[in-house]
């Protein structure tokens, strides 16, 4: 039997990083990249309990790393563990933990926006040690900045897992299919992390998100933004993904009213007959 665990790595990193002490204090930087990394372990972990509580999930090993601007999210299960709804279980919770990564970031002192990637397969994780190998933890760092824009995706293996049981409709968006642009190539079509899932789009944090990545976006609030080609085109990639996360947020809350009206009328129904 192999050495290896069966799990789901997402590496991420921040975009216009560089010189970024330049413009921040250092401990500003420092502060900033150790709440988000604790936040979005935290908020997964919590998720993680509610769901095992309503027999969703299986036990599983989160852990989340940072080095300088890139963070490594993991979640592994035993090595005796090789189905591949194990492997979707962890996927999901990978990305509903970078999910809370991404929204935190942009809100934070010093706003971050994240691109990055999700594989699954073997790999070793070490917490104690902040140690992570495999062919999983290759794959996904191979693939973290192929991406033209701020997108977290899954790799092409991971995104033919059967993710249904992240399905449910209060976390139906978060990895939506999207044909992401990839440097050099054709775009490819797979799934993506929505940073606003759980969010109302007329909410105050919706419009607080998505005005915090668009504000990074504009080469006003960011010095080092150019007009080149490759940064105009990250930029513009982003922003659809934006107005397409927007609109998704907007046919859900159709959806779960109409829904709610729905039970309603047949909660009416049922008074009047009885």
């Known amino acids: 039997m192999s050495d290896f665990s069966q799990g789901a790595v997402g590496v991420v990193d921040a ?24 936040y979005a372990l935290e908020e997964v972990s919590k998720m993680m309990k509610r769901l095992y509580a309503h027999g969703v999930a299986r036990p599983f090993e989160i852990a989340a790393f940072s080095f300088s601007d890139t963070v490594i999210f993991t979640a592994v299960t035993s090595k005796a563990e090789r189905s591949s709804d194990a492997l979707a279980g962890a996927a999901g919770l990978v990305a509903a933990g970078i999910s809370y990564l ?33 062919p999983a933890v290759d794959e996904a760092s191979e693939l973290e900045k192929k991406a033209e824009g701020a997108f977290v995706w899954l790799s092409p293996e991971t995104c033919t897992l059967d993710l249904n049981d992240w399905n449910r409709r209060t976390w139906e968006n978060l990895l939506s299919q999207y044909d992401v642009p990839l440097k ?47 940064v105009v085109r990250k930029r513009v990639n982003t922003e659809k993904l934006l107005v397409f996360f927007e609109e998704q947020a907007r046919k859900q809350a159709v959806r779960m009213q109409l829904e709610h009206e729905w039970k309603m009328e047949m909660r009416r129904r049922e008074r009047e007959g009885s």
């Open 184 to 230: 050099g190539c054709s775009p490819i079509r797979t799934k993506v992390v929505n940073p606003f899932v759980h969010v109302s789009h007329v909410a105050d944090e919706f419009a607080k998100i998505r005005d915090g990545y668009l504000s990074f976006l504009s080469s006003k609030s960011r010095p080092e933004a150019t007009d080149r080609e490759d």
């Open 15 to 38: 975009l216009g990083f560089k010189g970024i002490w330049n413009r921040y204090p250092l401990d500003a930087v420092r502060r900033t990249l150790e709440e988000i990394r604790k």
């Open 102 to 134: 991404m929204r935190r970031a942009v809100c934070s002192e010093v706003p971050l926006i994240f691109r990055g990637a999700i594989a699954t397969g073997e790999c070793f994780v070490d917490h104690d040690r902040g140690m992570f190998l495999g």
